[in-house]
């Protein structure tokens, strides 16, 4: 396959970075939205939890979509490739798992809290079950949070290099 070339590259990486941006700058206003919700208010909840929905729907979404399909674009038509380096390797791997945490888990409870929300009215932030979504979705978030944290320390650090590499840097 033909490779990108050095100004390819840099778009690429300019590319990545915004849409790295998105997804994780929607990711953080979720959750501080929804740790300000007063949960004892039907009119807060719903209207929290819908913008909550509006938000990974139209940002983290985009964010997430995007960074996948630069990440592949990164394996086939660069030197990069997806395992050569082990910490890139690592990074592709808990991109996948977070990302399947965030449709999965994320989006599955945030929408059926809404629909609860939505049937139930004033009765569903007293339902156990109600509860229960949030609590675990809550939970999700901050594990998708932490490992993004980690994703850019890796980007930055490049740990588990080859021992050739370290020597031709230092």
Same mark, same amino acid.
Do not use: C
């Given at each position: 396959?033909?490779?990108?070339?050095?100004?390819?590259m840099k778009w690429l990486k300019i590319i990545h970075v915004f849409l790295v941006v998105v997804f994780f700058g929607g990711i953080l206003s979720?959750?501080?939205?929804?740790?300000?919700?007063?949960?004892?208010?039907?009119? &807060?909840?719903?209207?929290?939890? $819908?913008? #909550?929905? *509006?938000?990974?729907?139209?940002? @983290?979404?985009?964010?997430? !979509?995007?960074?996948?399909?630069?990440?592949?674009?990164?394996?086939?038509?660069?030197?990069?490739?997806?395992?050569?380096?082990?910490?890139?390797?690592?990074?592709?791997?808990?991109?996948?798992?977070?990302?399947?945490?965030?449709?999965?888990?994320?989006?599955?409870?945030?929408?059926?809290?809404? &629909?609860?929300?939505?049937?139930? $009215?004033? #009765?569903? *932030?007293?339902?156990?079950?109600? @509860?229960?979504?949030?609590? !675990?979705?809550?939970?999700?978030?901050?594990?998708?949070?932490?490992?993004?944290?980690?994703?850019?320390?890796?980007?930055?650090?490049?740990?588990?290099?080859?021992?050739?590499?370290?020597?031709?840097?230092?």
């Amino acid at each position: 396959m033909k490779k990108i070339g050095p100004k390819g590259m840099k778009w690429l990486k300019i590319i990545h970075v915004f849409l790295v941006v998105v997804f994780f700058g929607g990711i953080l206003s979720s959750i501080v939205l929804n740790l300000h919700i007063d949960f004892t208010k039907y009119d &807060e909840s719903y209207l929290g939890y $819908k913008n #909550m929905i *509006i938000l990974s729907d139209y940002i @983290v979404r985009l964010g997430a !979509v995007g960074t996948l399909l630069i990440g592949f674009v990164y394996g086939f038509f660069t030197n990069w490739g997806f395992f050569k380096h082990r910490w890139v390797g690592v990074k592709f791997v808990l991109y996948i798992i977070q990302t399947i945490v965030g449709i999965f888990i994320v989006d599955e409870l945030m929408v059926r809290n809404m &629909e609860l929300l939505e049937a139930q $009215k004033e #009765m569903a *932030i007293s339902n156990p079950t109600f @509860v229960q979504n949030h609590k !675990v979705m809550q939970s999700a978030v901050f594990f998708q949070i932490t490992v993004t944290i980690f994703i850019f320390v890796i980007s930055y650090l490049k740990p588990w290099r080859k021992k050739k590499v370290q020597a031709k840097q230092s």
